[in-house]
């Protein structure tokens, strides 16, 4: 059973990085393409950006591409999102999700994948 844990959220200002962590768990890591997405208080959650099994493919919401840098580990089973220029609207909690497709950006749009993590939330303060 695939278990996605996220952790390296917290309180931050704006202007500020982030470089949040999804540790995978119980499966083969290098069968699983990962993504990251958010949901702010009140919105519909967005998914941000996507890394393919080896780490050489990448989807990203065209928002997203410039501050949001998604990468992975696979000797750590880890993959990353690095957040840079952090902004007040940034404000969210960010989750991880694991798939055995990659697929194209409208699959992971559609936010239907295997396994979710239970989530890191990140604040930025004005």
């Known amino acids: 059973q695939v278990q996605l844990v996220e952790s390296g959220g917290g309180l931050v200002q704006a202007g500020g990085s982030l470089s949040l962590s999804c540790v995978f768990s119980?499966?083969?890591?290098?069968?699983?393409?990962v993504g990251w997405f958010r949901q702010a208080p009140g919105k519909e959650r967005q998914f941000i950006a996507a890394?393919?099994?080896?780490?050489?493919?990448?989807h990203y919401t065209d928002s997203m591409k410039g501050r949001f840098t998604i990468s992975r580990d696979n000797a750590k089973n880890t993959v990353y999102l690095q957040i840079n220029s952090l902004k007040p609207e940034d404000t969210a909690v960010y989750y991880c999700?694991?798939?055995?497709?990659?697929?194209?950006?409208?699959?992971?749009?559609?936010?239907?994948?295997?396994?979710w993590g239970q989530g890191t939330r990140v604040t930025v303060s004005s």
């Open positions: 999700a694991a798939d055995e497709y990659f697929s194209d950006y409208k699959f992971w749009s559609s936010g239907n994948l295997e396994v």
């Open positions: 119980g499966r083969t890591f290098t069968n699983y393409a």
């Open positions: 890394v393919s099994w080896s780490g050489g493919n990448t």
